[in-house]
């Protein structure tokens, strides 16, 4: 059987991926696909609890604190969800993925992209997205679109949230993520979207 296409939606607060990967979802499905919609943290029952310690409560963690909680939430993730999916020819859309952890943790909290990176390479066991599409907003737009703070990671400030957002950056260029700016209206963004990730379908 052939292995489902796996995408991954990554981007600062804001950016607007949660709206296109849902948006993509249900592209992939008008072709006719099964498709996976997923996210992290918290898409396992083990992973909720997870997220629980990782956004609610006004506890500091420390950064090696926070890269770990994130990569047990994955381990689990790939484990019941991802891996089933694409094993089984469905497509997998996910709000989040590696990507999250080397921009928010490796260069925003300062552990560094390396450490997070062989991390993960552990938790992952060198499973890679297909296609990594990062929605890339300018400061000033996503400051008009963020809702008042209501999590851990949503109250770490502007400077935090810009710096991240820069890290996505400079890591896609490195990388050969997509970068699309988010900051359009949302059709035109779809469109682009599914400019990336329709070559993929035949492939």
């Not at 994955?74 to 921009?103: K, N, T, Y």
């Not at 499973?127 to 400061?139: A, F, G, I, S, Y």
């Amino acid at each position: 059987m052939t292995r489902g296409v796996f995408v991954v939606l990554e981007g600062g607060e804001a950016s607007g991926k949660t709206t296109q990967a849902i948006r993509l979802a249900a592209r992939l499905r008008e072709q006719g696909r099964e498709v996976v919609e997923t996210f992290e943290p918290g898409a396992t029952a083990v992973g909720a609890g997870l997220r629980a310690l990782l956004l609610d409560g006004p506890e500091r963690l420390e950064p090696m604190t926070e890269a770990l909680l994130l990569a047990a939430d994955r381990a689990q993730h790939i484990a019941e969800v991802v891996r089933p999916a694409l094993g089984r020819g469905a497509d997998v859309v996910s709000d989040r993925f590696v990507a999250s952890s080397l921009a928010y943790q490796g260069i925003g909290r300062g552990v560094g992209v390396e450490v997070v990176e062989r991390l993960n390479r552990v938790v992952t066991a060198e499973l890679e997205p297909d296609l990594v599409v990062v929605l890339d907003v300018t400061d000033a737009v996503a400051g008009t679109r963020r809702p008042e703070a209501s999590d851990r990671m949503e109250r770490a400030g502007e400077r935090f949230h810009a710096t991240v957002r820069d890290a996505y950056r400079k890591l896609a260029a490195d990388r050969g993520w997509a970068l699309v700016d988010g900051g359009g209206d949302p059709d035109t963004v779809a469109e682009q979207i599914w400019a990336l990730v329709e070559p993929r379908l035949s492939s």
